[in-house]
């Protein structure tokens, strides 16, 4: 566990300032095989403490890649002379943040570190099963990972605790070639928050996803393409999270926001149908952790869940302390840093769209002719809300029966116009957090949603 060098540095505080003081440890453990060779093996740590201060409207920031009570002094001081310079040269005038009122806040976990043999090893025997049982693949990978990042905030007037977010993940990628002799590819990523010890006892639990992956891949060697145009599609539950990732959620983090997003003027208006609520969960959700729980953030405010839409109306934003109170409303744990040399973005946690009550196995008999798509493995938006992603796996369907599987296609649109569409929702939910939102610094984040019935824009060959 991190040794505590900043909670006692309390009264080295400047007076009347807004004060972070943050010692980080962020690691990462990575191996990779490729057709059974091993092309990666890495382990990497980084160390060290970082401070805030906030004076009249501008912030003053240090750190130092040590970890230590000296370190810990240095940053302080830094930081606070910092802030009083910005202060002359700027001069805004505003006033002292709010305080935050504190509960209890969970403890951290400790880290249970593994040995890299052990990586290589579970590497080694998911390939092997896969080179032993499927002899027509053109390419097959296997990436094992595991990274956390462990934190002890102290503040002046926030809450103060220790923040650790283990997370591994194993990636099987399957490569084949198509009828006519192109490249195709589908990837698959088990896991979610925890230690490796924890998620993956054993390598054949991981068979069977494999082999629904695989199977996947032999639908799509017969695919075809799709037919370009508006067409009424049903995305799966990762699509949905996606989209409610990268097409909503950036466009209503408060710093995006004052920069110009098309939900500002949008506040308290209809941006989809009355089917569709989308939230930004803390740490739990539907009575069960979410897949990366945030109990803090990096600013010492307790992470409560931020609604964003409710029944199709934009019911708020992100914020950290400073745009929550530029806009009057609470801020609900959502600034966090990337590395300990970091200061705190805007970030989301685990954005998801709620479930709904329709059956998945109805919502497809009642599409005549349209889409099921399933994974994406790319895409890009806009503060605009205009979106593309690509889709790497779905199907046609035709009266309501799911038929041939697509090769790789594209959806666009505006996520405010193709929500207004949404007309069915599934009871169920998919949740993934097995990669990095890349808002300026990177960060773990959890996404998730129901399948969604709607009209989009789908490319054809």
Known sequence: MLENHVSDKKSLFP???????????????????????????????????????????????????????????????????????????????????????????????????????????????????????????????????????????????????????????????????SASGSPLELFHPAGGSGIFSENFTDPALLYPQIDALYEKLMHKREGVHAQAGYKTVVLGGFLSGMLAHEAVGHTVEADLVLGGSVAGPALHKRVASDLVTLVDFAHTAFGAPTPLPVYLDDEGTPAQDAVLIQNGILQGYMHSRESAQHFGMKPQGNARAWSFSDEPLIRMRNTAVLPGKDKLEDIIASVEDGYYLLDTTNGQADTTGEFMFGVSMGYEIKKGK???????????????????????????????????????????????????????MIGGR
């Open 15 to 177: 007076t009347g300032a807004h004060t972070e003081l943050r010692e980080q440890k962020s690691r990462s453990r990575r191996v990779s095989l490729v057709q059974g060779n091993l092309t990666g093996n890495e382990r990497a740590e980084s160390c060290g403490i970082s401070a805030r201060v906030y004076q009249n409207g501008v912030y003053g920031f240090s750190s130092m890649a040590e970890c230590s009570g000296s370190a810990a002094e240095t940053v302080l001081r830094a930081a606070a002379e910092n802030a009083l310079f910005m202060d002359r040269h700027v001069g805004r005038g505003k006033g002292p943040l709010p305080v935050i009122p504190c509960g209890d806040v969970p403890a951290g976990r400790a880290i249970q570190d593994t040995d890299q043999k052990q990586y290589i090893e579970f590497a080694k025997a998911l390939d092997a099963y896969i080179a032993g049982k499927y002899k027509n693949l053109s390419s097959r990978s296997v990436v094992v990972s595991e990274d956390s990042m462990e934190k002890i905030v102290c503040t002046s007037d926030g809450c103060d605790g220790h923040i650790c977010a283990p997370r591994s993940h194993v990636y099987i990628v399957l490569g084949a070639e």
């Open 402 to 456: 799911l038929g041939r599987a697509l090769l790789d296609t594209t959806i666009s649109g505006v996520a405010f116009d193709m929500l207004k569409t949404v007309d069915m929702v599934s009871d169920t939910m998919e949740w993934a957090s097995s990669g990095f939102c890349g808002k300026k610094q990177p960060m773990p984040v959890g996404m998730g949603g129901p399948a969604l019935r709607c009209k989009v």
